[in-house]
């Protein structure tokens, strides 16, 4: 990423919109450009598949259900180039390989820290576990707030997206898809419904 081509852009982009960069904005041109390259578009650094298949672990036939929910999620909508944030929620069936919860975390962070719709990267993380680990299915389902929805257009600000991708044995109706949404939708210990749960 060309940083100072970038601040350069922002320092235009504001003086586009009769706003010159000084005063309180006098710095906006570089925090931008550094929020973009360092944490907005963090996501392009490594590849989900690669990054998540170098920590797979070979497991003794294990094939029960795995699910990882609440996993913070902040990508920027292509559209309009805002924010929009939320959690995402991710079931596997492993296939003789699992990987680290935190390998689960960081390929969905790779997924998403990028300029994708919404339904695309839910697809992208469910293709990516079962194209890395070879698991037999998986399921992504993202529920974001889109501040395009929030603070533009409509402007819904209670508004929330969810999106449920499926990949492997998890694509067709079938009892793997099943069993994965009776898990996703489970109730939490201690009779509390889970905040995943629909």
Do not use: K
Request: charged share 20%; with cysteine.
């Amino acid at each position: 990423m060309d940083r100072a081509r970038a601040a350069r852009a922002i320092e235009e982009f504001l003086r586009a919109l009769g706003r010159a960069p000084e005063g309180p904005l006098a710095s906006t041109p570089s925090l931008v450009a550094d929020a973009w390259c360092d944490e907005l578009l963090a996501g392009y650094a490594d590849d989900p598949v690669r990054a998540l298949a170098a920590g797979a672990i070979p497991t003794a036939a294990t094939t029960e259900l795995v699910a990882l929910r609440g996993l913070d999620v902040a990508m920027m909508c292509p559209h309009h180039l805002l924010p929009a944030h939320g959690s995402a929620d991710v079931v596997y069936r492993p296939r003789g390989t699992v990987v680290g919860f935190g390998g689960i975390a960081r390929a969905v962070f790779l997924a998403t820290r990028r300029l994708v719709l919404q339904e695309d990267a839910g697809a992208d993380i469910a293709r990516t576990i079962v194209e890395a680990l070879e698991a037999a299915g998986a399921l992504c389902r993202l529920r974001l707030t889109h501040t395009c929805l929030s603070t533009r257009g409509a402007c819904h600000p209670r508004a929330t997206v969810d999106t449920l991708a499926f990949a492997g044995s998890f694509a067709t109706p079938g009892p793997d898809r099943d069993a994965a949404l009776a898990l996703l939708c489970a109730v939490a210990p201690q009779g509390t419904p889970s905040e995943a749960a629909p």
